[in-house]
């Protein structure tokens, strides 16, 4: 249902962690090229997680309990998402043509994705409390 916010929320968060993310590289290498996300598997695998997580979060609009678990858990995916670009633009071998010369804005594309799942997972608790509500006055 893409009239209840959650769904924009859910929908946005898709773009951030999947679309975006094959077109705006993670950082550039001292060699000048530019290093996306799908170069590493590790990466790949997480970024496939949270991609099909929020898919089927918005697929399944009706079961908003499962819709809020797979929510926490897109979140956490992310957070070590986000770690794991972290330690490796910090913390990378001693290749000295591998080294980090610049962090690109693909680095803070899972932040962006974390508020956008947050705020989702906002309205669905605010749905639910507001279907249970009504349950409890019939």
Do not use: H
Not at 7 to 24: D, E, R
Request: aromatic fraction near 10%.
């Amino acid at each position: 249902m893409i009239q209840r916010i959650q769904t924009v929320y859910l929908i946005l968060a898709f773009i951030a962690t999947s679309v975006l993310m094959l077109f705006i590289p993670l950082w550039t290498l001292k060699t000048g090229t530019p290093f996306y996300f799908n170069q590493d598997p590790i990466y790949t695998v997480i970024v496939g997680l949270s991609t099909m997580l929020t898919i089927i979060s918005i697929i399944s609009y009706k079961k908003r309990q499962n819709q809020f678990v797979m929510g926490r858990l897109n979140i956490i995916l992310n957070l070590i998402l986000l770690g794991l670009f972290v330690y490796r633009s910090l913390n990378l071998s001693g290749d000295a043509t591998a080294v980090v010369s610049e962090k690109g804005i693909g680095m803070f594309l899972p932040i962006v994705a974390i508020v956008l799942l947050v705020l989702a997972n906002k309205a669905i608790k605010k749905d639910e409390d507001l279907v249970k509500s009504v349950d409890r006055l019939r």
